[in-house]
C-alpha cells in the first residue's frame, strides 16, 4: 500500500481541514453547554444525564456527552477529544458521523444497562473512549499503513487510558468508557473500507475474443 498523492492527497486534505473545524465546533458547543449548565450550579447534568435502569431516562444518552459535571470534568475531556475526534474524522466527515452515533448509542446504552443504580451520568469521555478504539483498530481494518501507525503510537502514548476501562474509584463512569471503546472497535469493522476485487478475465473469452490472423 502506497502514501496518498496527486488527486488522492487533495481530498484527504481537505477532508482534514472539515475534520478540524468539526471538531472545534464540537468543542465551543461543549463550552457554551458548560456555562450555561455551572451557571445553573449544573442542573442540566442532573436533568439530562443518564439514570441507570430507568425508561424515562433513554433520551438522555444522547443528552448526556455534552454535559460535565465541573470544570475540571470538561478540561480533562476536552484534550482527548480533540485529538482522537480529529484523528477519527480525517479521512472523511460523513463516515466520522456515522461512527460518533454508533458510540454515543453504545457508550450510553452501556453505562444505562450496568452503572449503579441511583447514580446519574454525564461527560463526554465515554465518546472519547470510542474515537479511542476506532483509530487503534481502523488502519488493520482498512488496511492502511499510516493508519496503522497512528493507532500504534495513540495505543502507546495514551496507554494509562486502558486502565480507565475498568472500576477505578468512585465517581468515575468506567461502564461509559468501556462500552465507547467496544463500540468504537465495532465501528473500525462496520465502517471499514470495502475495496472491490479485480475481475480476472475469463480465458474462454479471451480467445475468442483475440483477433484471428487471416
Given at each position: 500500500?502506497?502514501?496518498?498523492?496527486?488527486?488522492?492527497?487533495?481530498?484527504?486534505?481537505?477532508?482534514?481541514?472539515?475534520?478540524?473545524?468539526?471538531?472545534?465546533?464540537?468543542?465551543?458547543?461543549?463550552?457554551?453547554?458548560?456555562?450555561?449548565?455551572?451557571?445553573?450550579?449544573?442542573?442540566?447534568?442532573?436533568?439530562?444525564?443518564?439514570?441507570?435502569?430507568?425508561?424515562?431516562?433513554?433520551?438522555?444518552?444522547?443528552?448526556?456527552?455534552?454535559?460535565?459535571?465541573?470544570?475540571?470534568?470538561?478540561?480533562?475531556?476536552?484534550?482527548?477529544?480533540?485529538?482522537?475526534?480529529?484523528?477519527a474524522a480525517y479521512r472523511g466527515v460523513?463516515?466520522?458521523?456515522?461512527?460518533?452515533?454508533?458510540?454515543?448509542?453504545?457508550?450510553?446504552?452501556?453505562?444505562?444497562?450496568?452503572?449503579?443504580?441511583?447514580?446519574?451520568?454525564?461527560?463526554?469521555?465515554?465518546?472519547?473512549?470510542?474515537?479511542?478504539?476506532?483509530?487503534?483498530?481502523?488502519?488493520?481494518?482498512?488496511?492502511?499503513?499510516?493508519?496503522?501507525?497512528?493507532?500504534?503510537?495513540?495505543?502507546?502514548?495514551?496507554?494509562?487510558?486502558?486502565?480507565?476501562?475498568?472500576?477505578?474509584?468512585?465517581?468515575?463512569?468506567?461502564?461509559?468508557?468501556?462500552?465507547?471503546?467496544?463500540?468504537?472497535?465495532?465501528?473500525?469493522?462496520?465502517?471499514?473500507?470495502?475495496?472491490?476485487?479485480?475481475?480476472?478475465?475469463?480465458?474462454?473469452?479471451?480467445?475468442?475474443?483475440?483477433?484471428?490472423?487471416?
Amino acid at each position: 500500500m502506497s502514501m496518498p498523492r496527486g488527486e488522492e492527497a487533495e481530498a484527504l486534505l481537505a477532508e482534514a481541514r472539515k475534520a478540524l473545524w468539526v471538531m472545534v465546533g464540537i468543542l465551543v458547543v461543549l463550552w457554551l453547554v458548560q456555562i450555561i449548565n455551572a451557571a445553573l450550579g449544573y442542573e442540566l447534568s442532573f436533568d439530562y444525564g443518564i439514570r441507570a435502569r430507568q425508561v424515562g431516562s433513554l433520551p438522555e444518552i444522547l443528552s448526556a456527552p455534552f454535559l460535565h459535571f465541573s470544570w475540571a470534568h470538561i478540561e480533562g475531556n476536552s484534550g482527548p477529544l480533540f485529538i482522537f475526534g480529529f484523528l477519527a474524522a480525517y479521512r472523511g466527515v460523513k463516515k466520522f458521523l456515522g461512527v460518533s452515533a454508533l458510540i454515543v448509542i453504545g457508550s450510553g446504552l452501556g453505562a444505562w444497562f450496568t452503572a449503579s443504580a441511583g447514580t446519574v451520568g454525564a461527560g463526554a469521555s465515554g465518546v472519547v473512549f470510542g474515537y479511542f478504539g476506532y483509530i487503534i483498530v481502523r488502519g488493520l481494518f482498512d488496511r492502511r499503513p499510516i493508519d496503522i501507525v497512528i493507532g500504534l503510537v495513540m495505543a502507546l502514548c495514551f496507554a494509562y487510558q486502558f486502565s480507565l476501562l475498568i472500576p477505578a474509584g468512585e465517581g468515575i463512569g468506567w461502564q461509559a468508557h468501556l462500552f465507547g471503546f467496544v463500540a468504537g472497535v465495532l465501528g473500525g469493522w462496520l465502517f471499514r473500507e470495502r475495496r472491490k476485487k479485480a475481475v480476472e478475465p475469463d480465458p474462454a473469452t479471451t480467445l475468442l475474443d483475440k483477433p484471428l490472423e487471416s
